[in-house]
Nanobody
Framework: QVQLVESGGGWVQPGGSLRLSCAASGVTLEYLTIAWFRQPPGKGREGVSYISGRDSWTHYVASVKGRFSISRDNAKNKVYLQMNSLKPEDTAVYYC?????????????????WGQGTQVTVSS
C-alpha cells in the first residue's frame, strides 16, 4: 500500500522559513514525479512545485519561485519543500502528491496518491 505522510508545517512569522517533508512508503520515489500542492483557506487547491522522476527536473509556480526549493533524498525516500521568505499569502494546507510516472506535471488530475496535508500559517 502506497502512503505519503507530510510533516513540518506550523506557524511562522512573515519572512520566516519552514521545511516540509513528505515520507513515502510502499513505493520508491526516485523514479516517479512528486509534487507539492496547497489549499489556502476558502480557496481551491493549487500546484506549487514538482520534482520529476529520474532526471529530477524541478518547476515552481511564479508566486513561489526564488523562495521555495524542492528536493528529494533517495536514500531516505523523502521529498522536501524548503520555504523561505514566507508571506501571509502562503498560508495553506500543503499536500504532497505522487504521480505514477516520471513525466513532469503540475496538473492535479495527474496525481493518484495524496498525503493527508500539513497546515502552514504565516502571520504576525
Amino acid at each position: 500500500q502506497v502512503q505519503l505522510v507530510e510533516s513540518g508545517g506550523g506557524w511562522v512569522q512573515p519572512g520566516g522559513s519552514l521545511r516540509l517533508s513528505c515520507a513515502a512508503s510502499g513505493v520508491t520515489l526516485e523514479y516517479l514525479t512528486i509534487a507539492w500542492f496547497r489549499q489556502p483557506p476558502g480557496k481551491g487547491r493549487e500546484g506549487v512545485s514538482y520534482i520529476s522522476g529520474r532526471d529530477s527536473w524541478t518547476h515552481y509556480v511564479a508566486s513561489v519561485k526564488g523562495r521555495f526549493s524542492i528536493s528529494r533524498d533517495n536514500a531516505k525516500n523523502k521529498v522536501y519543500l524548503q520555504m523561505n521568505s514566507l508571506k501571509p499569502e502562503d498560508t495553506a494546507v500543503y499536500y504532497c502528491a505522487l504521480r505514477g510516472s516520471a513525466w513532469p506535471s503540475l496538473r492535479e488530475p495527474d496525481y493518484s496518491t495524496w498525503g493527508q496535508g500539513t497546515q502552514v500559517t504565516v502571520s504576525s
